[in-house]
């Protein structure tokens, strides 16, 4: 019998935006959301689909200025993400959910966590820290240079190799090179530009450390051993200030772990949200 697929392929308002969401899967499986990094979009999980739809009914969502979502005007901050979170999950009646994010995806988890702690079942988080740190921030404010020469290729430049490990870029050099052809012209789009800028800064005051001690969810913290972008030390961080945490680390992978390791990535989430409880007397 074949999987249902889009069960929902709509758009809601919010705060006078539309939102793009995409709700596949049978009603009867465990939901799961999935909270896309900063350059990605609803699309971007479509490789990992037919594994999830096995066991998920799963949510995907575009942020404020990605994807299909509209796009902003003015400069916001991230909370504004988490609050179009809650206002997606009452839009569709869903009580609580399983919620993975990776990157910005995992800020925006991590807060609507702290935010909502009764709408999140289990909590994962791929490659995330609990604030921007000064060094994170300096990246992300070379990214909005690059952006503001309206340079597709320095953009790229600047922006996609860091986010890969040695090993990866190295092996994968040719299918790096059509990605670069591919991309440029996006990385050139004032519009797309204007919106990454915005989509960066507002994640310049995300600080979650306050409320760590006192988030009551079983979460999983994935380490990604080559991330240049939020090394092992932001995972340790969490990872020590949470109650009930699982920490794992993958090796030769960098911030697009998911990407590297596609087998992994979809085993540890699998795994994680679908296990009970196990306790065992020795």
């Known amino acids: 019998m074949p999987l249902k697929r889009a069960l929902y ?43 999830w739809l096995a066991y998920f009914q799963v ?3 575009d942020f ?15 909370d504004l993400q988490v609050d179009l979170l809650q206002a997606l999950l009452n839009h569709l009646d869903i009580e609580s959910i399983h919620v993975v994010g990776i990157s910005y995806g995992g800020e925006v988890a991590l807060s609507f966590a702290c935010k909502y702690p009764e709408r999140v079942n289990r909590l ?3 490659n995330s820290s609990a604030y921007t740190n000064p060094l994170l921030k300096d990246i992300g404010r070379a990214w909005i240079e690059a952006g503001k020469t309206r340079n597709g290729s320095l953009y790229y430049k600047t922006t996609i190799p860091i986010i890969y490990s040695a090993t990866y870029y190295e092996e994968k050099i040719d299918w790096m090179k059509e ?11 004032p519009d797309f530009l204007d919106a990454m800028e915005r989509l ?6 995300y600080d ?16 990604a051993e080559e991330d240049f972008l939020t090394p092992r030390k932001e995972q340790e961080y969490l990872a020590k200030r949470l109650k009930h945490v699982h920490w794992i680390s993958i090796p030769g ?30």
């Not at 960066?200 to 005051?205: G, K, N, R, V």
């Not at 979650?208 to 079983?218: F, P």
């Not at 994680?272 to 409880?277: D, E, G, I, T, Y």
């Open 124 to 126: 994962m988080l791929f």
């Open 208 to 223: 979650v450390r306050d409320c760590l001690d006192d988030l009551d969810i079983e979460t999983m913290i994935i380490t």
């Open 179 to 189: 990605r670069e052809k591919i991309l440029t012209p996006i990385f050139s789009d």
């Open 253 to 282: 992978v960098g911030h697009a772990s998911m990407y590297e390791n596609p087998m992994i990535f979809t085993s540890l989430l699998t795994g994680f949200f679908l296990v009970q409880n196990a306790q065992f007397k020795i």
């Open 200 to 205: 960066t800064l507002s994640a310049e005051s």
């Open 64 to 78: 404020l200025d990605q994807g299909q979502s509209d796009k902003m005007t003015e400069n916001y901050e991230q």
């Open 59 to 61: 949510l995907r969502v």
């Open 9 to 51: 392929m709509s758009k809601f308002k919010f705060q006078g935006k539309d939102i793009f969401y995409q709700l596949d899967g049978d009603d009867q499986k465990p939901n799961m959301l999935v909270l896309n990094g900063i350059m990605m979009s609803t699309k971007s999980w479509e490789p990992f689909m037919k594994n």
